[in-house]
């Protein structure tokens, strides 16, 4: 809230850096996503063609690789690095936006939020909901109603909801307390084994705490107020389940909730599971024959090939006016908000369910030292978690590894 006149001079408020993930899973029509050449001059694809305002602030990355991607459950490793699904169960870690969110997440109201076309996290089962993993390895639940998500940044409280929310607190403290003595209790009867069980409880139930305790320190803190000129109606409920659904004005309404969150430092760490393993991924506005994992088993059928890349080029439109979005919101420092945010745009799957060759591209982020390249051809089977480091990086967070990255990307950041 300074005056002009003092960013002037000189003396800006620190702006601070974001990171955003989004997902497309299933892959994508490569030979229409990635550029026959490199640099800032290449010629843009069909599927990326629409961003060609943002030619020379975004970089397309080819030679990615995901070590336990492909099929239909690379979801399960696609922030994380883990094997994810194998024969004999789950094997989770954490996800890199929560490496994040464990060091710049602490001075927001919300560490990270989880956006996703489907609510909850889906686990277990092909087609996660989420991105998201916990330290202890477990999936932290998505939320994919834009009015709930709108309400739970700035929804205002009147005193009865209030005293609501007390109860609330009491009662799951109270219930954290009869958890954690129940399980003491069989703490002493089990095996090694089934100690090591007992030991991802404990740790879940802290995690829980941890989150109470946040919830109760920020509860008495009023929210923001968002500027809602040019955004949709966040007062209904919009989910792909409604009745009268439209894709489009649930995309625009996603999408500037992100916008909202960053622009009011409610978060500053969010995925996005925008279209999820072999479940939906197309709707009216696509226009096209067939379901979108139908039309990944093309079998290089022409109309399969050009509808596939039909589907990513709207998708692609909407992520455009995103970013137009993110453009027009100024920053203390007369740089805009996508100047202070690291954006990503990738799938943990690339031809016909590939582990490698993913499409991937990252945004923004000049103002954190990103040089973009438009297209930067990386040697084969580079591993996708650079990416993340390189993100990870730029907001700020310094690790010497990020699961099987050993560094970032030096051409992106000099």
Avoid at 74 to 94: M, N, V
Avoid at 344 to 360: I, V
Avoid at 402 to 409: A, E, G, M, R, V
């Amino acid at each position: 809230m300074m005056p002009r006149k003092s960013w002037a001079a000189g003396a800006f408020p620190d702006v601070p850096a974001r990171m955003m993930v989004a997902h497309f899973g299933t892959g994508m029509n490569l030979h229409q996503f990635f550029p026959t050449t490199t640099g800032n001059d290449c010629e843009l694809p069909q599927i990326v063609r629409p961003l060609e305002d943002y030619r020379r602030r975004m970089t397309i990355i080819s030679g990615l690789q995901l070590q336990h991607g492909g099929g239909h459950t690379g979801d399960y490793s696609f922030l994380t690095g883990t094997e994810g699904w194998t024969t004999s169960g789950i094997k989770g870690g954490i996800s890199a936006d929560q490496v994040v969110a464990k060091s710049i997440g602490q001075k927001t109201r919300f560490p990270s939020l989880q956006f996703s076309i489907r609510r909850g996290t889906n686990f277990g089962q092909q087609g996660l909901a989420t991105l998201s993993w916990s330290e202890s390895g477990i999936p932290l639940a998505a939320e994919n109603d834009p009015y709930v998500l709108f309400n739970r940044l700035f929804g205002v409280e009147d005193a009865s909801q209030a005293a609501n929310r007390d109860d609330n607190f009491r009662r799951r403290g109270s219930i954290l307390d009869y958890v954690r003595d129940e399980a003491n209790q069989i703490q002493r009867k089990v095996g090694k084994n089934d100690q090591a069980k007992l030991d991802e409880y404990f740790s879940a139930v802290r995690e829980v705490e941890s989150q109470l305790q946040r919830d109760i320190d920020w509860s008495n803190q009023p929210k923001p107020e968002p500027r809602l000129n040019d955004l949709g109606n966040y007062s209904q409920s919009l989910t792909p389940d409604s009745k009268e659904f439209d894709y489009g004005v649930y995309q625009k309404l996603m999408y500037d909730l992100v916008a909202l969150a960053f622009q009011t430092d409610s978060t500053r760490v969010i995925t996005y599971n925008v279209r999820r393993e072999l479940a939906g991924g197309t709707y009216a506005v696509h226009n096209v024959s067939k379901g979108f994992h139908a039309l990944t088993h093309h079998n290089n059928d022409p109309k399969n090939l050009s509808e596939l890349a039909q589907v990513d080029e709207i998708n692609m439109r909407f992520w455009k006016q995103f970013l137009d979005r993110l453009q027009s919101i100024e920053q203390p420092d007369g740089t805009s908000l996508l100047d202070h945010t690291a954006l990503a745009y990738s799938s943990s799957a690339g031809m016909d369910h590939s582990r490698d060759r993913l499409p991937t591209a990252i945004f923004g982020g000049e103002s954190l030292g990103i040089q973009h390249q438009t297209h930067l051809e990386l040697d084969d089977k580079t591993p996708l978690a650079r990416v993340w480091h390189t993100m990870a990086d730029r907001v700020g967070v310094k690790v010497d590894r990020l699961q099987d990255s050993t560094s970032p990307i030096d051409e992106l950041i000099g």
